[in-house]
């Protein structure tokens, strides 16, 4: 106990003595409880003055590495041992705190877990139920497909030449005439909008989208210094997007095929007056049109079949149809906006997986992906149907919603403004997982986007006879 601070040294007296205790404490020589000398005694001995003693101990206090007792002195904390811990490691939580990307909603956080538990019904999952993916057709094409040594390795900028190709062949069907070069293949839709978010955007730069949207449940845009500005479309849209844009950056995100999450379906018309408003004040639009295949009807034409000037961004992808697990879509835009975005997936993640893509590309050409998807048409009707005529049966008093026209979802809207955390709590403590409205709109609390493209019917039954129960007695 001879030991003393070196006042030569670098570190101050006070940080000589801060480190000498706190070592004292970390190789156990003082545990929890031990009572320490007093601040006369440690002065004495260190040969400083009680004041620098004092700040020491203060400093070692407010760390919660010491703790001081009325009348009895100053003590080792019972959780010195946790508080050293916190002060040798980084400090992670002010490193996520300050991070650039966004985090999630606590009720988006708590969906993406509790949808990996086998034991939970999934009553506003975005996905194909695992009976819906054609597995075994897809193990079969991959005893089908004669892989070059190219294709296991990374793949070019743009993605395959060939899938992009085809990919050209394929939107023709939807009015879209594109060459190869104005395609880039990227990992799912999502990935599409990060790199527009980050590719051709200036910080400030506003994003106007419709008031429910998908864009409010993720960050891509908000994540990098985005303003999401909703607005309505109407007669005066073109004269509100030219005020609220005035001299900056602006896009305008669009769904107008199956809508995420209202399921709505835009008129050709409708189409039109966005494009043209968008036009008259030199707004991009990103046009995304993964559900546009899942239609119960024939569909109008994209907003992109319209395009003379390279204003419109296309996204379409096999997520919703094919496989999630592929992560496979495409952007289709003009050359020099293509180029740029390739050129920053090449940084992030040096290509979409080259098997994946050689699986598309086989679906495709072969016309197994059309007969897939005229398959699945018929089995989400037939739940869509199912669904619905439980909806007739025991929801006409509490709710309402539209006749869903294709895709995975019903915009289920309840009378009574019941949709809140705690709904979605109690519907959770009975093993049911929904999607509920505020999630898309902040303010939104009466609806939640009800799926029936995941659960198996006596789930659905099962779930819907929960959440009409929990509802009803929240009126």
């Known amino acids: 106990m001879s030991w003393q601070p070196n006042r030569q040294g670098e570190m101050t007296l006070q940080q000589q003595i801060i480190q000498w205790i706190t070592e004292h404490i970390e190789r156990g020589d003082w545990v929890a409880g031990t009572k320490l000398p007093t601040q006369r005694q440690l002065a004495m001995q260190f040969g400083v003055n009680r004041s620098t003693v004092q700040q020491a101990l203060e400093e070692l206090k407010a760390a ?13 904390a019972q959780n010195s041992w946790d508080s050293l811990i916190t002060q040798t490691q980084p400090n992670w939580q002010k490193y996520i705190d300050t991070s650039l990307h966004k985090p999630n909603y606590h009720t988006i956080q708590l969906i993406n877990e509790y949808e990996q538990r086998d034991d939970i019904i999934r009553l506003g999952t975005g996905e194909l139920a695992p009976s819906l993916l054609p597995t075994t057709e897809i193990e079969a094409s991959l005893k089908e497909l004669s892989l070059q040594p190219k294709a296991l390795g990374y793949s070019s900028p743009q993605g395959s030449d060939k899938l992009r190709e085809a990919i050209c062949e394929y939107v023709k069907k939807r009015g879209i005439y594109a060459k190869p070069k104005n395609v880039c293949i990227v990992s799912g839709a999502l990935q599409a909008l990060q790199l527009v978010a980050v590719g051709l955007l200036e910080q400030g730069s506003i994003v106007f989208q419709e008031q429910t949207s ?7 845009f908000q994540s990098v210094g985005m303003q999401m500005l909703s607005i309505e479309r109407d007669e005066q849209l073109a004269q509100t997007l030219a005020q609220k844009k005035r001299k900056r950056q602006a896009v305008f995100y669009a769904v107008p095929t199956l809508n995420n999450p209202t399921g709505g379906v835009w008129t050709s018309l409708e189409k039109r007056e966005l494009y043209e408003a968008c036009k008259a004040s030199r707004i991009p639009i990103i046009e995304d049109d993964v559900y546009h295949e899942l239609l119960f ?5 994209p907003i992109k079949s319209m395009d003379d000037s390279g204003q419109v961004l296309y996204i379409g992808s096999v997520s919703k149809t094919l496989s999630p697990g592929l992560r496979i879509g495409w952007l289709i835009g003009p050359t020099t906006v293509i180029e740029r975005l390739a050129d920053i997936k090449m940084q992030t993640d040096y290509g979409s997986s080259a098997i994946s893509q050689e699986i598309v590309l086989h679906w495709l050409q072969s ?3 059309e007969k897939h998807i005229q398959s699945l048409r018929k089995e989400l009707l037939l739940r ?18 539209d006749k869903p026209k294709g895709g995975f ?18 519907l959770l403590h009975r093993q049911i997982l929904i999607n509920p409205g505020y999630i898309y709109d902040l303010q939104d609390t009466q ?14 039954d099962k779930g819907l006879n929960i959440l009409f129960e929990i509802a009803r007695k929240k009126k």
């Open 64 to 76: 919660g590495i010491l703790e001081s007792k009325v009348g009895s002195g100053i003590y080792v």
């Open 214 to 220: 998908y864009l409010n449940s993720v960050h891509p």
């Open 297 to 301: 009807e024939a569909a109008t034409s």
């Open 367 to 369: 016309g197994k992906y």
């Open 384 to 401: 869509a149907n199912f669904v619905e005529g439980i909806l007739q049966e025991r929801f006409t008093e509490i709710a309402s919603w």
């Open 409 to 426: 979802y019903i915009w289920l809207r309840f009378h009574e403004p019941i949709v809140d955390k705690e709904l979605f709590t109690k």
């Open 447 to 460: 609806h939640i986007r009800l799926s029936y493209a995941y659960a198996t019917e006596e789930e659905l």
